[in-house]
């Protein structure tokens, strides 16, 4: 969803009743929200259109962004790209044989690909929890824990705020909701 605007069928399976009746932090108050605003853009039915424009709104240009992807235009003192943080993030990938898939064509500090790299963290973990390899849980959840720290949960939960505040669709807005919760019950888990 925030790598590229979804096709009709991704939107459909996102916009599943049945799906979001599963999300899994549906306690947390801007997780509600953001089910019920993807809800609201079924129930609507924005159309791909839409919401493709949307996205290119929010993420793309050509006019100004409305909320920049990459964590180094929303942390570097000039707000640059490709700049510190981007070095930073690539090296965090690395460490676990990683690498964005455009290497020195598009930043490696994109929300959706640091997302993707929590991801596989995470699937990682739970590899060596099948695996009772306490030593490589524990490399990946310090990994885990210093990713949010260092770079996820400094800047994210901005370019989402502005991602609920530019966007034109329900779709979008409950994306940002959903990531809202999402990072806030991270913090409280991985960082309290």
């Not at 640059?80 to 990938?93: G, I, P, Q, S």
């Amino acid at each position: 969803m925030l790598l590229a605007a979804p096709p009709a069928a991704v939107l459909g399976q996102v916009r599943d009743p049945g799906l979001l009746a599963h999300w899994p932090l549906p306690d947390h108050p801007e997780c509600r929200r953001g089910v019920a605003l993807l809800g609201e853009s079924a129930t609507a039915r924005e159309a791909e259109a839409k919401i493709r424009t949307d996205y290119n709104r929010l993420f793309v240009g050509p006019e100004r962004l409305k909320a920049p992807p990459y964590e180094s235009v929303h942390r570097s003192p000039d707000h640059l790209v490709f700049d510190r943080e981007t070095l930073e993030v690539r090296a965090a990938y690395a460490q676990f044989g990683l690498a964005a898939p455009r290497l020195n064509q598009e930043p490696d500090d994109h929300i959706g690909l640091e997302l993707g790299f929590l991801a596989t963290l995470c699937v990682l973990g739970l590899d060596a929890i099948e695996a009772d390899d306490d030593g490589e849980l524990a490399r990946v959840l310090d990994a885990l824990v210093a990713f949010l720290r260092d770079h996820v949960l400094r800047w994210a939960s901005r370019c989402l705020t502005q991602v609920a505040d530019g966007s034109a669709t329900y779709f979008y807005q409950g994306v940002a909701a959903l990531g809202l919760g999402t990072f806030a019950r991270a913090r409280e888990t991985f960082l309290s």
